[in-house]
């Protein structure tokens, strides 16, 4: 496996089912991401980590639990959701915190409904 | 308040023409801007960069210029091929929030053969 991925691609639950994403990536970065791209709207960072410590938690709902056990693995556990949190979740990293020179790269995403 | 715009949601052009994407920005600390790509079922992948210190880069068919005064910028692709045809989002950072990048919207290409 090469770049970003992410697991489950797709994922329905119900408001009190409780399920994770797996985001993993394989190039070696320091810096991972988690991003929500709501339809018509604009990508909404929400977690940031840097060397498996959280640098930035956007104002996200606490039903948004982030946790990144190392570089290479992020995850976001997902319980009590609305249906207003369908979305396509994207996983990101960059080698360090993203600064712009450089890039981030992204996984395919996770498309979330929640029912 | 949305920092990045961009105000087309859709645009189609004609194979082996010109396509020009703009974005409108508020906040003029962003220090560099970029373009993404995005095909359906795939993630964003990066296309082109600009530090603000510059006002064009080049990178084969890709030309991403800058106008600081009106805090816009545009993405020219000549020519256009059917492959381009995605969604293009703009996103922008400064320095000083390292790990932190604002998205425009997104407009979705389309290039008809």
């Known amino acids: 496996e090469t770049g970003v991925t992410q697991t489950p691609r797709h994922l329905v639950m119900g408001m009190t089912n409780k399920k994770s994403l797996k985001c993993e990536q394989h190039l070696g970065h320091n810096a991972m991401y988690w991003y929500k791209q709501s339809a018509k709207k604009p990508l909404e960072l929400m977690f940031v980590y840097n060397f498996k410590e959280q640098t930035e938690n956007n104002s996200v709902p606490s039903r948004f639990s982030p946790e990144c056990p190392n570089s290479s693995h992020l995850f976001l556990h997902l319980h009590t959701l609305q249906p207003e949190d369908s979305a396509l979740y994207l996983c990101a990293s960059s080698q360090d915190l993203w600064r712009g020179a450089d890039t981030q790269y992204f996984g395919p995403g996770t498309r979330l409904t929640v029912l | 308040d949305q920092q990045v715009k961009q105000n087309s949601p859709s645009l189609s052009v004609q194979e082996g023409r010109i396509s020009i994407l703009n974005c409108d920005y508020t906040?003029?600390?962003?220090?560099?801007f970029l373009w993404y790509k995005k095909y359906p079922a795939e993630g964003p992948t990066f296309l082109i960069s600009i530090s603000s210190i510059k006002d064009k880069n080049e990178d084969g068919r890709f030309t991403v210029f800058l106008n600081k005064s009106a805090k816009h910028l545009s993405l020219h692709i000549v020519p256009s091929q059917p492959g381009d045809s995605a969604v293009y989002f703009c996103a922008a950072s400064m320095n000083t929030n390292a790990g932190k990048s604002t998205f425009g919207d997104g407009t979705t290409l389309t290039v008809k053969p």
């Open positions: 906040n003029s600390m962003f220090d560099y």
